[in-house]
């Protein structure tokens, strides 16, 4: 009885993964088509089904940026970055996308700086200050037990804390990232207040970054991190760039 299971549940897993990888290779082929907009939709299903792809993003933000929706193309590249951060075609099309768009990306680090918090996802800087805090824990454990070259373990523990000191630096510099959203409508109204009656104060470009806060009545409070404007936006009119869980 177990065999049997076994066996249907490893048809069942190669029959799921031949069908997405069939509907991705059906997507790729209306971008190449020039169905973008069938593209977009078929992509979104993917990433509806599957959960955060980073190559799925990419083509999506492609897809978005050939139907001149800056807005949405520069979400759906923000979220494959969070991804695969060191993707250097991905970084090229971000900086078009921006460019044509005309907004920037409101980064208030100094950029050699910014360079260096980067070249890893957040995840990636968390996975290596926690392997890094257990292989310290490792070295005392082994060296309580065998006595270790004073040299060799000097410099394994100045390595470690380096980078021990560099992650949680990192982290620390990249702590806004889980309140970044971008504004997705043509015209974003920012407003006194979380009323549609309510004045409004300035007009928000698609595409542009916003630092998310509190939510009410279907607005949310946001910044604009270069140009200090503060106030309430419809929730229609940006996305998180990390999707917050229900």
């Not at 995840?123 to 805090?133: G, I």
């Not at 804390?161 to 992650?167: D, H, P, Q, R, Y």
Request: hydrophobic fraction near 45%; proline fraction near 4%.
């Amino acid at each position: 009885m177990s065999r049997i299971f076994l066996i249907s549940l490893l048809v069942l897993v190669l029959g799921t993964a031949s069908s997405l990888a069939g509907d991705f290779a059906e997507a790729n082929q209306r971008f190449q088509e020039g169905d973008f907009a069938g593209a977009a939709s078929a992509y979104e299903q993917i990433l509806a089904v599957e959960g955060p792809r980073a190559n799925v993003y990419y083509n999506l933000g492609n897809s978005h940026f050939r139907l001149g929706k800056f807005g949405p193309a520069i979400l759906a590249y923000e979220r494959a970055r969070v991804l695969t951060p060191r993707d250097r075609d991905l970084r090229t099309n971000l900086a078009r996308a921006r460019k044509d768009a005309a907004v920037t990306d409101e980064s208030q680090l100094d950029p050699r700086i910014n360079a260096v918090v980067s070249a890893l996802s957040p995840n990636e800087w968390s996975w290596l200050l926690a392997s890094t805090a257990l292989a310290i824990g490792a070295l005392t454990m082994v060296g309580g037990v065998i006595r270790l070259p004073l040299h060799w373990t000097r410099r394994a523990v100045g390595i470690s804390l380096f980078c021990i000191a560099l992650s949680a630096s990192a982290l620390y510099l990249r702590r806004t990232e889980s309140t970044r959203g971008v504004v997705l409508s043509d015209t974003t109204a920012i407003r006194i207040s979380p009323f549609e009656q309510a004045e409004s104060i300035a007009t928000l470009s698609p595409g542009q970054i916003i630092q998310i806060g509190a939510q009410q009545s279907g607005f949310h409070y946001v910044e604009s991190p270069n140009s200090g404007l503060r106030g309430w936006v419809a929730d229609r009119d940006f996305s998180a760039v990390i999707p917050h869980q229900p």
